[in-house]
Every structure is written in structure tokens, then in C-alpha cells.
């Protein structure tokens, strides 16, 4: 149960912060209100078992489909559907017991993963917590 000391004083605090909610412009009072914590995106944090290595913006593909590569588990491809039928690699999952970064750069001691890191075009640079940036491989011309 509240005192009447303690009534007093909330009331006078709510008309304190009313009168200056009055006095504030809509910019200031925009800014003022909470939005909420908004949940982490997937690989933002350094949880999770895998390293992904985006090569190609999401935004190209329809369709997803991801496809277990060597070991079960461990590296997976994921691939895009396009509007026009046709397949490519949007994505790698590596999985953490089979890579480490060093430098700011994604790199393996097995020959599979350095294999399919080695096909990458450009450096493997981090984007942010365990998204990594590549270029994928320039076509073979005939």
C-alpha cells in the first residue's frame, strides 16, 4: 500500500511528464518512445554450429534447397532456384569443427573445405558475427 507522500509524489510526476510531453515537438517525441528489444537475426550472435559464406544476394533466387556436401552434418551447400529455372550456389554453411577464422578471414585445415573455400573468387571477408562475403567463381570459357 502506497503513503500519501508517495500518492503526492506520482501525481506530480505525471503532470511533470505530461506538461513536457505537451511541449515536445513530434520528432522528439518519436524518439522518446521505446521500440522494444528486437530479436538478433540467425548468425548474427557467435552462437550456432556453422559459418555461413554468402556469395550470391538472396534477392536473386525464388527458391531454396540445401544439400549435405562430405561428411553428414558438417558442410552443406545451399542452393537457389532462379525466376528463369535455373540453379546456382547462394551459400555455404562450413561447419565450426571444420573451420577458424584468422584475421577477420575464414580458413580450414581440412583439403574439402579448402577445396571448396579455394573455388571462392576474392578473400572470404567477415560481414558480421558468423556471416562471411565471397565472389563466386568466374565462368570457364570454352
Not at 11 to 25: E, G
Not at 72 to 99: C, F, N, V, Y
Given at each position: ?38 530479436r ?35 558442410t ?67
Amino acid at each position: 500500500m502506497a503513503t500519501l507522500k508517495q500518492i503526492q509524489a506520482a501525481r506530480q510526476n505525471i503532470k511533470k511528464a505530461q506538461t513536457a510531453w505537451k511541449n515536445m515537438s513530434h520528432r522528439q517525441r518519436k524518439t522518446r518512445q521505446t521500440d522494444g528489444v528486437s530479436r538478433k537475426k540467425p548468425g548474427m550472435g557467435n552462437n550456432g554450429d556453422y559459418y555461413r559464406v554468402i556469395i550470391r544476394p538472396k534477392s536473386e533466387f525464388d527458391l531454396f534447397r540445401t544439400h549435405d556436401v562430405g561428411r553428414e552434418g558438417h558442410t552443406q551447400r545451399i542452393a537457389g532456384k532462379r525466376s528463369s529455372g535455373s540453379w546456382a550456389t547462394h551459400s555455404w554453411l562450413i561447419h565450426k569443427d571444420d573451420a577458424f577464422v584468422e584475421d577477420g578471414k575464414l580458413k580450414s585445415k581440412e583439403s574439402k573445405i579448402r577445396d571448396i573455400l579455394g573455388r571462392l573468387r576474392g578473400p572470404i571477408k567477415k560481414y558480421k558475427g558468423n556471416i562471411f562475403h565471397a565472389k563466386p567463381r568466374k565462368n570457364k570459357s570454352k
